[in-house]
């Protein structure tokens, strides 16, 4: 490469705003049950790039009520579809960001809550909705978003910080149940489940070093990291692996230089966004992951970025820290 | 997208795309709006159940038409034969082959498989058979294992039976075909660690004597693999492995491991010019352990410092964590 890389922010920002635009694509249509998340992702990303503003919020607050399901008590990824814990945390961190947690009734306020903790099970562990799919993403979906909505209690603290520790692997990696394979998303979502209920010290220092070492051999010598050993690096993993890093406290253990130029890498020069790895497709995920992934490393003058929450942390500063 | 390849289109490839995806809008639509219908208003029939069938076909993702379908099997449970089970478990099958990785539809196979007509352990051993053969296309794929562990827990539930020595032989089985097969790896210590906590070992020495020549020649073949490493990590350090040997035999262990990885690492050294990264890093965990054991005193000679300088060099990429350890005095 002839130029240096640098970072395309009014690229971004400009295919950022161009997927609401895309109604002429099927591909649009076909990822209906992945809006909300996606809007989250977009506005989440555009907030660090200091472009928060191409959105129009009135018009995402709108959006973000219109996929309420009021028969469960949460949000679906659309108008029309079931809710599900990970639309309802999307839901949520929306609003949170808009600071427009108000614009939900005291109804639904509750009815949420309820909803969220419903799905908790007897072991502490927490299922997707009523059909009973187990997976530490689930805990940490519904403990982000009581902790968000300051309505974190003992009663459902306490169990799901245990069903997260018998997650914990020999390897210094977490599963998506007791007995799975470690994988570095389930690494964030373990952690960050720890720290926002203020329970990292629940792991030994032995288990921290263990953990600090697992996830910093996802770095591979093209400078991205991967998810699990022996796997392809993707962007996505700057986020669940350096966030994991920085909740304790050893950001540093991968080379940041190595890590930026695989992203910048991954960047589509033309209509910019960026991808899991060089050449392939981009998308709004990645384009977030990539992003955050560089704020946690502090380039580009990107605006910060929380690792427990994955929110601005102008934001999440604002959030009631538990125990209340 | 993950995995795909990135295309420049030109403006009339995408007009001609565009143009081609009018129709195809149209009608994914009105088939939507045709299930949300039907779900809204709660029609629990074959023909709904049709409906789900086409969209799920073509968009098996949308998670809402799962639970619609689920929701229609539950209320019209007892107008349904055998058959119609056993075509619930070839549509799922149909449906992974073309995505193996959408967790919504590995979902509903353990749904379907947990309220099939026969709830013998039949169906379930059916189904081994059937993440045998996944697990041959794709031997790490991660839902794959998790879903393997999912039928083997029930087939012990309805046999009420432990098959962690059967699994055992499967892991053996995969790590033998593809050493790097750390999926393999894990679920390898996962059975170890069941079978010792269950009392399920006749002669606990012996496995572990195996064990011990097992990895020592996966270390010399998977040299340059986290995989192997990892696993010998767990295994000199597993409470079970110090317990049974007893200390003669663990330091025996340790020093033998020691040698023969300071052997591979020479190797490494005399072919590349490199010291092995995981060579040093091993080292160092066995010394950490020596000293742990009492097997090396605290005047004797360590290492382990002199190896995280080396580390530093040959491994630069975790450079900060081997200055973090020099500097903590922490030697793992």
Redesign the interface.
């Known amino acids: 490469m002839s130029q240096p890389l640098q970072l395309l922010k009014e690229k971004h920002i400009a295919y950022i705003e161009s997927l609401d635009k895309k109604q002429n694509d099927l591909e649009y249509w076909l990822s209906e049950h992945l809006r909300l998340n996606g809007v989250y992702w977009g506005l989440t990303a555009l907030y660090i790039l200091d472009a928060q503003d191409k959105f129009d919020k009135e018009q995402v607050i709108k959006f973000v009520l219109s996929c309420w399901d009021d028969k469960t008590g949460g949000f679906g990824p659309f108008h029309r579809h079931d809710a599900h814990l990970l639309s309802t945390l999307s839901g949520i961190q929306i609003l949170a960001t808009y600071e427009s947690l108000h614009r939900l009734s005291d109804e639904q306020f509750e009815k949420c809550v309820a909803f969220i903790t419903s799905n908790q099970l007897e072991d502490g562990s927490f299922q997707g909705d009523r059909f009973g799919e187990v997976d530490t993403r689930f805990v940490y979906t519904a403990l982000s978003a009581l902790s968000i909505l300051g309505k974190l209690t003992p009663e459902v603290v306490e169990p799901a910080v245990n069903f997260i520790l018998k997650c914990y692997n020999f390897d210094g990696g977490f599963g998506l149940c007791p007995g799975a394979e470690s994988h570095a998303a389930q690494s964030f979502t373990c952690l960050a489940t720890l720290a926002i209920t203020n329970s990292l010290d629940r792991l030994t220092s032995k288990q921290i070093q263990k953990i600090g070492w697992w996830l910093c051999e996802r770095q591979l010598p093209e400078g991205g990291l991967n998810g699990r050993p022996s796997k392809l690096p993707d962007v996505c993993y700057s986020w669940w692996v350096l966030s994991s890093l920085s909740i304790i406290d050893r950001l540093n253990w991968i080379n940041f230089k190595k890590l930026r130029e695989f992203i910048l890498k991954c960047q589509d020069e033309t209509q910019g966004g960026i991808s899991d790895r060089p050449d392939n497709e981009v998308d709004v995920f990645h384009t977030l992951f990539g992003l955050t992934g560089l704020s946690l490393m502090g380039f580009e003058e990107l605006k910060p970025i929380d690792p427990k929450y994955c929110m601005p942390s102008d934001i999440t500063s604002k959030f009631k820290k538990y125990p209340y | ?8 289109w030109s403006k009339e490839a995408l007009n001609r ?2 143009l081609n ?2 129709k ?2 149209k009608d ?2 009105k088939l ?1 709006d045709k299930v ?1 219908t039907l779900k ?1 208003s709660q029609v629990y029939d074959l023909k709904s159940l049709k409906s789900t069938t086409e969209l799920l076909e ?2 098996p ?4 038409a799962w ?1 619609f379908r ?1 929701d229609i099997i539950d209320n019209i449970r007892n107008e349904l034969d055998s058959e119609f089970w056993d075509n619930e478990l070839k549509f799922t099958m149909k449906t992974l082959k073309r995505f193996p990785k959408v ?1 919504w539809i590995w ?1 509903h196979r353990v ?1 379907v498989l947990s309220h099939h007509v026969d709830s013998s352990i039949k169906i379930w051993q059916k189904e081994l058979f059937i993440v045998n053969q996944m697990l041959e296309l794709d031997s ?1 794929n ?1 839902h794959g ?2 879903y393997r ?1 999912i039928v083997i827990q029930n087939m012990e539930r309805l046999g009420n039976k432990s098959l962690n020595h059967q699994e055992f032989q499967y892991t053996t089985e995969k790590i033998n075909q593809n050493i ?4 393999a790896w ?2 390898r ?2 059975l170890i660690s069941m079978m010792f906590d269950h009392d399920e070992i006749a002669n606990k020495l012996d496995l572990l004597k195996d064990e011990l020549d097992y990895i020592t020649n996966a270390m010399f073949t998977g040299a340059d ?3 192997v490493w ?1 696993y010998i ?2 295994f000199i350090e597993y409470d079970n492995v110090f317990k049974t040997l007893e200390l003669k035999e663990y330091t025996k262990m340790l020093n033998d491991l020691q040698t023969n990885i300071v052997m591979i690492n020479d190797d490494d050294k005399d072919f590349s010019g490199k010291e092995n990264p995981w060579c040093l890093k091993v080292l160092i965990l066995i010394e950490n352990l020596q000293c742990k054991r009492g097997i090396k005193k605290s005047d004797d000679v360590l290492k382990s410092k002199e190896w995280l300088a080396k580390l530093i060099e040959v491994d ?6 081997y200055r ?1 350890l020099l500097d903590s005095q ?1 030697h ?1």
């Open positions: 997208m993950h995995g795909t390849k990135r295309k420049q795309k565009r995806d009018v195809k809008i994914y639509r939507v949300l809204e073509i968009n993702e949308f998670n809402t639970n689920r967790y979902n749904w790490r991660y294992w998790h562990r790097s097969n750390f999926s894990h679920q210590v996962q693999d986290q995989a990892d990590c767990w630069p990429l975790r450079a900060n964590r973090y922490y793992e």
